[in-house]
């Protein structure tokens, strides 16, 4: 079964309506019922019930990693440290690979500066304050098409043939009226490449620091490779950023062993299954580790996408098994380094192979 969505679907972040949509209306675990319950329920209560456990498990379950904690306190640290500064105020820079949890991350951040700012503020959005900001940096950026992702988010028009410099004094002064905090760039990595638009659009950001009082989180994929962070530009960001970098577990640490057990004890807690048995997934924590090259993006895909498959497919029990996560195709990086693993070990040639011989 196919569900398509409707005016339950989650909101984007790249408006400043949406967003604050998204931070006010937090996705909440459904109720898990007894069989018997369930089975009382009208087949269109049924269905509701069902579709709501599927937008939970798409998109709802956040854990708490050592990963969030840390990148929460250094968030804070930028905040506390920015507070008497009229410029070159500091942040956080949140790189690493795909699948490693950027997204969830950043998306955590956001909601923890909104709820300590609506602590603090009561009645903040009755004075048309926006906390947190949220735009991604557009492929082929240039200072000018960076500037409009700004506008767009806060619904201003943009003129045909509107200077870029017109465009900046209009997005600078809707944040300070908003009494913008937080200002999220994803995507960063788009302008890693040595070109006189993406050297613009990192002046254009370098100039809003000292500009704003905002603090900044950047995001982006290996954000301290290639040209972002190189030449007198890339010093400057480097210089009054905190780099948090994120990286698959690595099975061969005790640590990442041990953290890798409590997510997929933590996944299969917030499971809203009816007949899966709790503790089998905890069981199998370092298959799932195989899987999914120490990915948490991934290791969330398998767990949530094998869930998903028992809610809509008729007659399968609410059960996640072995059996059909071997069944299930993840993302190509996560196949890709599984099946390289596999020639590995079946090849006796293999240098990982012959380092184990010799050692014997």
């Not at 008497?84 to 998306?107: A, F, I, R």
Request: contains cysteine; proline residues 4%; glycine residues 8%.
């Amino acid at each position: 079964m196919i569900l398509f969505h409707g005016n339950d679907r989650l909101n984007a972040l790249h408006t400043r309506e949406s967003l604050t949509a998204y931070l006010n209306t937090p996705t909440v675990a459904p109720e898990l019922l007894s069989a018997g319950d369930y089975s009382a329920l009208s087949v269109k209560d049924r269905d509701a019930y069902d579709r709501r456990r599927v937008i939970y498990l798409s998109g709802g379950i956040v854990l708490e990693t050592p990963g969030l904690a840390q990148a929460r306190r250094r968030l804070q640290d930028c905040f506390n440290n920015n507070l008497g500064k009229n410029s070159g105020h500091t942040g956080l820079m949140v790189s690493g690979d795909s699948t490693v949890g950027k997204t969830t991350t950043v998306k955590a951040l956001m909601q923890f500066v909104y709820n300590a700012y609506k602590r603090q503020h009561t009645g903040f959005d009755s004075q048309q304050q926006v906390p947190v900001v949220y735009i991604e940096v557009p492929p082929a950026s240039t200072g000018k098409l960076l500037m409009i992702a700004f506008a767009e988010f806060f619904g201003l028009p943009v003129r045909s043939g509107e200077s870029m410099v017109s465009i900046r004094k209009r997005v600078t002064a809707a944040i300070n009226a908003a009494g913008t905090q937080l200002i999220v760039v994803d995507e960063l990595h788009n302008l890693a490449r040595r070109t006189a638009g993406n050297g613009e659009s990192v002046d254009v950001l370098k100039s809003l620091h000292n500009d704003l009082p905002c603090t900044f989180v950047y995001a982006g994929i290996d954000l301290t490779s290639g040209e972002l962070l190189g030449g007198p530009r890339g010093q400057q960001l480097s210089a009054r950023f905190d780099i948090m970098l994120m990286a698959r577990y690595n099975p061969s640490r005790k640590e990442d062993r041990a953290i890798w057990r409590q997510l997929v004890n933590g996944f299969e807690k917030r499971l809203p299954l009816m007949d899966h048995q709790q503790g089998s997934l905890a069981g199998m924590w370092e298959y799932l580790f195989e899987r999914t090259n120490g990915s948490i993006g991934s290791l969330a895909r398998l767990i949530t996408g094998a869930a998903i498959e028992t809610l809509t497919t008729d007659g399968m029990p609410e059960a996640i098994t072995r059996e059909q996560l071997d069944t299930r195709r993840l993302d190509y990086a996560a196949e890709t380094a599984r099946a390289n693993r596999l020639t590995r070990k079946n090849n006796p040639m293999s240098s990982e192979n012959l380092i184990k011989t010799v050692s014997r």
